[in-house]
């Protein structure tokens, strides 16, 4: 079984500036991917970043980047150039590709962006 | 491409009650799953598919059942509804071992047993 943990319950930023989100995660399965999900209070999961776990080289996406250090299994999320819209929990999941594609969660992170 | 659709939206049910949560994708998607979201928490797997006639237990699957019996259609039963099975249940669904990893979500169903 694998775990996930986000650190940080809370966490605030101001319009433009930059937010970097932890998570750590426990595993012995070597074939696994990584993502962060947002949830904004319309409740919809929408995927913010993929991170395969054979590649070495970090997943950006447009604001969003993603700091993957395997050996240490923390995998946090680098919000720049903070925007109103972008006030929602945030959390970090795990996939098992040898297991259903299924998704294990951590417990999330509210961030407030402040105008 | 209407996605994953989930009904109803929103369901009140008495203890002791029995009903059944509806899921169903059009991308011809091989893996479906279903988790439950309690207040403040992460989502938690219930039961998961593989594929048609091929089901299995998540990290929470007691008094929740499930069947497949076609590609599109996973619906998730409860048998004997309980006060701490209030929560919000999202159904998702992903391609096989091939093809793009990424879950896709639906809206969510929020429950609440009296």
């Known amino acids: 079984a694998q775990t996930v943990t986000q650190s940080q319950p809370e966490m605030s930023v101001q319009e433009a500036e930059t937010v970097t989100l932890s998570c750590t995660y426990d595993?012995?399965?070597?074939?696994?991917?990584l993502f962060w999900y947002k949830q904004p209070p319309s409740r919809q999961m929408i995927l913010v970043i993929r991170?395969?776990?054979?590649?070495?080289q970090n997943a950006t996406e447009n604001r969003f980047s993603v700091n993957f250090q395997k050996a240490a299994k923390s995998f946090s999320l680098k919000i720049s150039d903070s925007q109103l819209g972008d006030t929602a929990m945030y959390f970090c999941?795990?996939?098992?590709?040898?297991?259903?594609?299924?998704?294990?969660f951590g417990g999330g992170t509210r961030l407030m962006v402040k105008p | 491409n209407a996605g994953v659709t989930q009904t109803p939206k929103f369901q009140v049910l008495k203890t002791g009650q029995s009903m059944t949560l509806q899921c169903a994708q059009d991308?011809?998607?091989?893996?479906m799953s279903w988790y439950r979201q309690d207040p403040g928490m992460g989502l938690r797997l219930i039961h998961y598919?593989?594929?048609?006639?091929?089901?299995d237990q998540g990290e929470v699957p007691n008094g929740y059942n499930v069947s497949r019996s076609t590609t599109e259609d996973f619906p998730l039963r409860l048998l004997s509804a309980a006060p701490s099975q209030t929560s919000v249940y999202f159904c998702?669904?992903?391609?096989?071992?091939?093809?793009?990893?990424?879950?896709?979500f639906g809206p969510g169903t929020r429950l609440t047993v009296l």
């Open positions: 991170q395969e776990a054979y590649k070495q």
């Open positions: 991308m011809n998607h091989e893996y």
């Open positions: 998702a669904s992903s391609y096989g071992t091939s093809g793009v990893n990424e879950q896709f």
């Open positions: 999941a795990f996939m098992n590709r040898n297991a259903g594609n299924m998704l294990t």
């Open positions: 598919s593989v594929g048609a006639g091929i089901t």
């Open positions: 595993t012995s399965e070597n074939n696994y991917y």
